[in-house]
């Protein structure tokens, strides 16, 4: 089974609006292939939804199901206001009314499918007293030898034994060369 296209769920979000009696029934959904384990989310003050292709590839069945439940949020907010809770009375009401069980999250089976993020030793060195610390993280703050501020710089290498001895090998001028 194929995705519908982006113009066939804008059509049924329009008629979503309108069974839910929405005044303005403009709206804007686009396949977004950026989310990694959300199934969709709405801009309720821009009147746009997004889903998540790859997921939803999985589980096509529930393409109705997600699209009408970030609908239901641009229309709880058209309806009601700001000042409604997400998943809240209004939010459900909306969901039951067209027949669909108001859950807050998916239950899409996601392994596999978030990106591994990269990570990163970190280099600390301190620039007034040249103090060195290795970090996971970029950390600001005091230094620990001198008590300056905002006097770092920082070199980052992979979080690898490699990239861990490459930062304890460098010199203060090596460090200083590096930005220089």
């Known amino acids: 089974m194929t995705l519908p296209t982006a113009d066939e ?13 929405v005044l303005d029934t403009s709206i804007v959904v686009a396949w ?13 003050r ?5 889903l998540n292709p790859r997921l939803l590839a999985r589980a096509p069945e529930q393409v109705l199901t997600v ?20 998943h809240g ?3 459900r009401a909306l969901m039951r009314h067209v027949g669909h069980e108001p859950a807050v999250t998916h239950r899409i089976p996601v392994r596999g499918l978030r990106r591994s993020r990269r990570s990163f030793h970190y280099l600390r060195f301190c620039e007034a007293c040249g ?17 300056a501020r905002d006097s770092f710089l920082f ?6 034994a490699q990239g ?9 001028a090596e460090v200083r060369a590096a930005f220089g």
């Open 89 to 91: 009375r209004h939010w």
């Open 67 to 86: 699209l009408t439940h970030e609908t239901a949020h641009v229309a709880t907010f058209r309806l009601f206001g700001a000042n409604v809770p997400a």
């Open 131 to 147: 103090d060195r610390v290795i970090h996971t993280a970029r950390r600001f703050g005091r230094c620990h030898g001198c008590s």
């Open 46 to 50: 821009k009147g746009r939804v997004e």
């Open 155 to 160: 070199l980052r290498a992979p979080a690898t």
């Open 9 to 21: 769920l804008q059509r049924r979000a329009s008629d979503l609006l309108a069974t839910w009696r």
């Open 32 to 44: 977004n292939g950026r989310l990694s384990t959300t199934a969709g989310r709405a801009f309720v």
């Open 164 to 172: 861990l001895a490459a930062l304890q090998r460098l010199t203060p």
